[in-house]
């Protein structure tokens, strides 16, 4: 077989530059997959990002999209372009286990909707990414494939549930990815790796496809998907191949940009806070920007966590627990005490948790009220307006430490889920885009929520950000040489 050559600098070029690079000869589909197929081999034994690949296939596929230039034939916007899955998504010839042992042999034939829209637009799969089980925590673990690493710290957390997609994007071993957020999913692991991440609006993209499905209409209009990435301009370009309407051009001529007030009353690391100062006074000289506080803030961190207990967590414990009849407080204590069972503790404990938090049936009724005057309300708020957030309190935490302070009977997610869990609840667009770096050199990103309906006015505002602070950079602490503990 010929040797390809190594193409370094498509490590740090963005998809759009890398399609259009193909489409103009500069580069071939079959030299930029072949780099990233070797960047993968390079930082996957540190990080554990790629769970399954499909190398062999997608350079036959490359080898065709390079055929497809030379005859002159229509291309799509990411002709020849690799990217990376969630492993929650169904792809073609490929498992989808969501970390689940008994799961491990199921191979399906068909793939998820967003994974045939951008194939149509010509990318070409590389690899699936590693999620914890059931994408059931913010933390990326389960008992089949083990632990994703961060790229800027192997001992910190890669976040989750798309963990897998923001380790991998945020070394450098793919162009671009696809993640799911009904907690922070896609937040949380952009925020952590340092890499450009999408949360749409409710029901903008179709989720068909995606394990575990969103069978609870309560959870169905948390549930999200979006795109991960290295540039603005990249998320607007998949999300719009991706999204049931494209989003029109807006005029940002009276877009108001209220930032979230330091004193909130939530934990907030110095660094992070500081950031924020520095975003309000960039963005205070051509937008009319303030720091405040909006409506229902403090309530949705409650509501985020009713809703995901909504059943007690039985949807959830017949996936993992298949036809056994194990319980998770069994399970839970099992795991702790013999490190040999099929079930991760997070997940064990999660479970536990949403059945300790279900809401009662005259609550169910009552957070339906208030979801249906919340959307109205912030509907009004929201009009001509963005808002930014902190994505946490704080960067990568060491693994287990996010797990710890999100999953406590103690309701310490009342504490440290506010930030994440306003999208959410209210099914709000969110951007999260990397603006600095802590005293540690771990990355620190913020959030931009509006509308749906006005994801232009996020991605416009998000470019100009990209441009003054730090936006995309790619890790590289991960070295062969260099031993790791």
Same mark, same amino acid.
């Given at each position: 077989?010929?040797?390809?050559?190594?193409?370094?600098?498509?490590?740090?070029?963005?998809?759009?530059?890398?399609?259009?690079?193909?489409?103009?000869?500069?580069?071939?589909?079959?030299?930029?997959?072949?780099?990233?197929?070797?960047?993968?081999?390079?930082?996957?034994?540190?990080?554990?990002?790629?769970?399954?690949?499909?190398?062999?296939?997608?350079?036959?596929?490359?080898?065709?999209?390079?055929?497809?230039?030379?005859?002159?034939?229509?291309?799509?916007?990411?002709?020849?372009?690799?990217?990376?899955?969630?492993?929650?998504?169904?792809?073609?010839?490929?498992?989808?286990?969501?970390?689940?042992?008994?799961?491990?042999?199921?191979?399906?034939?068909?793939?998820?909707?967003?994974?045939?829209?951008?194939?149509?637009?010509?990318?070409?799969?590389?690899?699936?990414?590693?999620?914890?089980?059931?994408?059931?925590?913010?933390?990326?673990?389960?008992?089949?494939?083990?632990?994703?690493?961060?790229?800027?710290?192997?001992?910190?957390?890669?976040?989750?549930?798309?963990?897998?997609?923001?380790?991998?994007?945020?070394?450098?071993?793919?162009?671009?990815?696809?993640?799911?957020?009904?907690?922070?999913?896609?937040?949380?692991?952009?925020?952590?790796?340092?890499?450009?991440?999408?949360?749409?609006?409710?029901?903008?993209?179709?989720?068909?496809?995606?394990?575990?499905?969103?069978?609870?209409?309560?959870?169905?209009?948390?549930?999200?998907?979006? $795109?991960?990435? +290295?540039?603005? @301009? !990249? #998320?607007?370009?998949?999300?719009?191949?991706?999204? *049931?309407?494209?989003?029109?051009? &807006?005029?940002?001529?009276?877009?108001?940009?209220?930032?979230?007030?330091?004193?909130?009353?939530?934990?907030?690391?110095?660094?992070?806070?500081?950031?924020?100062?520095?975003?309000?006074?960039?963005?205070?000289?051509?937008?009319?920007?303030?720091?405040?506080?909006?409506?229902?803030?403090?309530?949705?961190?409650?509501?985020?966590?009713?809703?995901?207990?909504?059943?007690?967590?039985?949807?959830?414990?017949?996936?993992?627990?298949?036809?056994?009849?194990?319980?998770?407080?069994?399970?839970?204590?099992?795991?702790?005490?013999?490190?040999?069972?099929?079930?991760?503790?997070?997940?064990?404990?999660?479970?536990?948790?949403?059945?300790?938090?279900? $809401?009662?049936? +005259?609550?169910? @009724? !009552? #957070?339906?009220?208030?979801?249906?005057?919340?959307? *109205?309300?912030?509907?009004?708020? &929201?009009?001509?307006?963005?808002?930014?957030?902190?994505?946490?309190?704080?960067?990568?935490?060491?693994?287990?430490?996010?797990?710890?302070?999100?999953?406590?009977?103690?309701?310490?997610?009342?504490?440290?889920?506010?930030?994440?869990?306003?999208?959410?609840?209210?099914?709000?667009?969110?951007?999260?885009?990397?603006?600095?770096?802590?005293?540690?050199?771990?990355?620190?990103?913020?959030?931009?929520?509006?509308?749906?309906?006005?994801?232009?006015?996020?991605?416009?505002?998000?470019?100009?950000?990209?441009?003054?602070?730090?936006?995309?950079?790619?890790?590289?602490?991960?070295?062969?040489?260099?031993?790791?503990?």
């Amino acid at each position: 077989m010929e040797r390809l050559p190594i193409q370094p600098s498509c490590l740090d070029m963005d998809a759009t530059s890398l399609a259009q690079a193909i489409r103009e000869g500069q580069l071939s589909s079959t030299e930029v997959v072949h780099t990233y197929i070797e960047q993968i081999k390079k930082v996957n034994p540190h990080v554990n990002a790629v769970v399954e690949n499909r190398f062999t296939s997608a350079l036959e596929e490359a080898k065709q999209a390079d055929q497809e230039i030379h005859t002159h034939q229509e291309i799509g916007p990411l002709h020849g372009v690799p990217i990376s899955i969630k492993e929650a998504f169904h792809v073609k010839n490929m498992k989808t286990t969501g970390g689940i042992s008994h799961r491990k042999d199921l191979i399906f034939t068909q793939d998820a909707h967003v994974v045939a829209t951008l194939k149509a637009a010509g990318a070409i799969i590389i690899g699936k990414t590693n999620t914890p089980t059931l994408c059931f925590c913010q933390e990326t673990d389960n008992k089949l494939y083990g632990r994703t690493n961060n790229p800027w710290d192997l001992t910190r957390t890669a976040g989750g549930s798309s963990g897998g997609e923001g380790a991998l994007i945020g070394a450098g071993g793919s162009v671009a990815g696809i993640g799911s957020d009904i907690g922070g999913s896609i937040r949380f692991p952009s925020h952590f790796n340092g890499v450009i991440g999408f949360k749409s609006g409710k029901f903008q993209v179709n989720p068909t496809g995606h394990f575990p499905a969103d069978t609870l209409p309560l959870q169905s209009r948390m549930l999200s998907i979006g $795109p991960m990435g +290295k540039s603005v @301009r !990249d #998320i607007a370009l998949l999300y719009g191949l991706m999204a *049931n309407e494209v989003p029109l051009p &807006l005029s940002l001529e009276k877009v108001q940009i209220d930032i979230l007030a330091n004193d909130s009353s939530y934990p907030l690391s110095k660094r992070t806070a500081e950031l924020l100062d520095d975003l309000h006074a960039e963005l205070s000289g051509p937008f009319t920007t303030q720091r405040t506080i909006p409506p229902y803030f403090h309530d949705s961190a409650q509501l985020w966590q009713e809703i995901m207990s909504v059943d007690g967590g039985e949807s959830m414990k017949k996936l993992a627990f298949n036809k056994d009849r194990s319980h998770p407080l069994a399970a839970y204590i099992k795991e702790k005490v013999t490190n040999k069972t099929n079930t991760h503790t997070y997940l064990s404990w999660a479970l536990i948790g949403a059945k300790l938090f279900q $809401p009662s049936e +005259k609550r169910i @009724r !009552d #957070i339906t009220t208030i979801l249906d005057q919340g959307d *109205n309300v912030l509907k009004d708020y &929201l009009h001509n307006k963005l808002l930014i957030f902190p994505v946490y309190h704080e960067a990568a935490g060491k693994h287990g430490h996010v797990y710890q302070e999100i999953f406590s009977i103690r309701k310490t997610y009342r504490t440290y889920m506010p930030y994440v869990a306003y999208a959410n609840v209210w099914g709000l667009p969110a951007l999260t885009i990397p603006i600095g770096v802590d005293e540690q050199g771990l990355p620190i990103s913020i959030q931009i929520m509006a509308n749906t309906g006005n994801e232009d006015l996020i991605f416009q505002v998000a470019t100009r950000i990209e441009k003054k602070f730090r936006g995309y950079v790619r890790s590289l602490m991960i070295d062969p040489t260099i031993s790791h503990t």
